[in-house]
């Protein structure tokens, strides 16, 4: 069962618009929401991380907006680059547990690409 | 953040071989590494958890046997692909967190991956 979903699974978006993606969970127990970008043959990196104390992140262009009651969170990329056609996943984390373990749980990525 | 290598990049091998991935944490003490499992344009898999000096917890479905994870200090895990068969060809990549450290609580570290190419 996919425990954190994530849509749309490909988006294409003009250079300078704003590309958006979505993701939904449904274990209130997840207190930790992670995106990572992921380039062809490479590892994910953490892009930016939000708590479910704040409704929105922002770092740069990118910013994370968390709706706690819809059980949602969204990545949105202001003045989207052809530098940031990537993978995208979401993540999703809940406290740890006895042994200690803070297992991710991400989504099914979406593959952004940026026409110039 | 800190950062987290793979090694190698790249393996191929012969059905039957086995072979052995490294993952090192550079700058920091890992207390956990993970492991995971990508196969082309899909997610991340979770494959097995490994805390440092005790047994793998891996996840249902994976084989201990053949997917040997090793977590012998701070700074290395290493994975061990035994007896390799064309369906384990896939990506490999390791994180690892320090569960201790305020500044990076819960992140995860990633490496680059490895690529497994079993023939």
């Known amino acids: 069962q996919q425990q954190v979903k994530q849509s749309p699974q490909s988006l294409i978006v003009q250079k300078g618009g704003i590309s958006i993606i979505n993701c939904a969970y449904e274990?209130?127990?997840?207190?930790?929401f992670p995106w990572y970008q992921q380039f062809p043959g490479k590892g994910p990196a953490l892009l930016i991380a939000i708590r479910p104390d704040v409704s929105e992140k922002k770092e740069g262009r990118f910013t994370i907006s968390f709706n706690k009651s819809a059980k949602q969170f969204s990545l949105h990329i202001m003045d989207s680059q052809p530098g940031d056609s990537a993978t995208y996943f979401c993540?999703?984390?809940?406290?740890?547990?006895?042994?200690?373990?803070?297992?991710?749980?991400f989504g099914t990525g979406t593959r952004l690409t940026v026409i110039p | 953040g800190a950062v987290v290598s793979q090694h190698p990049s790249r393996v191929i091998c012969k059905s039957g071989t086995s072979v052995k991935i490294e993952c090192r944490s550079l700058d920091f003490q890992a207390t956990t590494m993970f492991w995971y499992r990508q196969f082309p344009k899909q997610s991340l898999m979770l494959m097995a958890t490994s805390n440092e000096g005790s047994k793998a917890t891996y996840e249902q479905g994976v084989e201990k046997d053949k997917f040997l994870i090793n977590h012998a200090s701070l700074t290395l895990s290493t994975l061990t692909v035994t007896s390799a068969h064309p369906e384990d060809s896939s990506f490999y990549i390791c994180?690892?967190?320090?569960?201790?450290?305020?500044?990076?609580?819960?992140?995860?570290?990633f490496g680059p991956g490895t690529r497994l190419t079993v023939l």
């Open positions: 994180s690892a967190e320090n569960r201790w450290t305020r500044v990076f609580r819960d992140e995860q570290f």
């Open positions: 993540a999703a984390s809940k406290n740890r547990d006895q042994t200690g373990a803070n297992n991710l749980f």
């Open positions: 274990n209130t127990a997840f207190d930790y």
